[in-house]
């Protein structure tokens, strides 16, 4: 299964999804059919780390994350190269549009419905509850996995 989760600057959500959903899939074992990346729908923060409230989140709870990850935006070739691309919010999806006009292939989803939850995945770069936003990623990460059994 190749991912690819995408949130605004790739800094905060779409990286806590790449890194806990591959912790998920390690913890079963899986880690070798599984390709997970994270990129934004913009190009202001590429080249930048994760946010560091994020990595914070990620290391209180045990999550392993590459201190190494950079930022990049999504082009119009990882279409191609992955089976899912999953955004974190609406907004996403509306600017994803704009690098890849067309998806014949529903390959362009939500987490949150993953998860029964017809909502976005909390913004913490406007809130800064990071916990919450750890709490959704975790949960849609967990029923997609289940659906993907």
């Known amino acids: 299964m190749k991912i ?14 790449e890194f806990i959903l591959k ?17 934004a729908v913009s190009s202001e923060e590429t080249g930048n ?8 989140c990620l290391y209180r709870h045990g999550i392993p994350f590459d201190n190494g990850k950079r930022a990049r935006k999504v082009r119009t070739e990882d279409y191609g190269r992955f089976e899912l691309i ?10 994803i ?20 939850k017809n909502r976005d995945v909390a913004d913490p770069w406007y ?9 959704d990623i975790v949960e849609g990460c967990e029923a997609f996995i289940q659906k993907k059994k």
Request: hydrophobic residues 35%; charged residues 25%.
């Open 97 to 116: 549009r704009r690098i890849i006009p067309e998806d014949p292939e529903g390959k362009i989803r939500l987490l949150m419905p993953y998860a029964g």
């Open 127 to 135: 809130t800064g509850d990071f916990e919450t936003t750890y709490r």
């Open 23 to 39: 912790d998920l899939v390690q913890k079963r074992g899986l880690e070798g059919e599984w390709l997970i990346e994270s990129a």
């Open 86 to 95: 999953i955004c974190m919010d609406e907004s996403n999806i509306r600017l």
């Open 49 to 56: 780390p994760i946010y560091p409230p994020a990595k914070s």
């Open 4 to 17: 690819l989760f995408v949130c605004h600057g790739n800094i905060c959500r779409s990286p806590m999804a």
